[in-house]
């Protein structure tokens, strides 16, 4: 019967104790309000979106959410995909120049009836 009260009062103390430790006895305040973690660098909003930007984006860690390899898969995929179509853009643009170049050299008249005897 002793050994069962002991168990007792010492179960209350640490019960106790662990209460007044958590709640804020004594000093100390109670335990501050977790703040949530936020993107350190998101993504620009004054410039289009590149590769880099991409590549360089690290989400914060949860405890709910995605698995982070997947994540690090779709943005790597996004990466790539961003680069080809800006490798695409700029090979468009350097064949239009290259045409609107040629077309304004090249002239449309018709050559006069004089110039052909």
Do not use: W
Not at 30 to 54: H, I, M, Q, S, T
Not at 58 to 63: D, E, S
Not at 87 to 108: F, H, N, P, Q, Y
Request: hydrophobic share 50%; net charge negative; charged share 25%.
């Amino acid at each position: 019967m002793f050994m069962f009260l002991f168990l007792v009062v010492a179960l209350a103390v640490v019960v106790a104790a662990v209460t007044l430790s958590v709640v804020g006895g004594g000093e100390s305040a109670p335990l501050p309000e977790a703040v949530p973690e936020r993107l350190a660098d998101p993504l620009p909003y004054d410039r289009p979106v590149n590769r880099g930007d991409v590549e360089a984006l690290r989400f914060p860690l949860a405890l709910r959410g995605y698995r982070m390899a997947d994540v690090d898969d779709a943005l790597g995929r996004l990466g790539a995909e961003i680069a080809e179509r800006d490798a695409r853009i700029v090979d468009l643009e350097t064949a239009l120049a290259g045409a609107r170049a040629a077309t304004a050299t090249t002239s449309l008249r018709k050559p006069a009836e004089e110039d052909h005897q």
